[in-house]
């Protein structure tokens, strides 16, 4: 499984975003983690 880090900045809608795009990327078999230095993939939501 690939491991992905989501970091949001701006607005409260950008934390709806990303909680939206966390959902979608769990169905799709993502695991997560916090530290961006342990991901595969970082996703910065601006």
């Known amino acids: 499984m690939e491991k992905v880090a ?3 900045f ?3 809608k950008n934390l ?3 909680e939206v ?3 979608y990327l769990e169905k799709a078999g993502y695991t ?3 530290d961006p ?3 595969d ?3 910065f939501n601006t």
Do not use: K, N
């Open 6 to 8: 989501l970091i949001s």
């Open 10 to 12: 701006g607005c409260a």
């Open 16 to 18: 709806v975003d990303s």
């Open 21 to 23: 795009m966390l959902g």
């Open 32 to 34: 997560f983690v916090t």
């Open 37 to 39: 230095g342990e991901a």
């Open 41 to 43: 993939i970082v996703i």
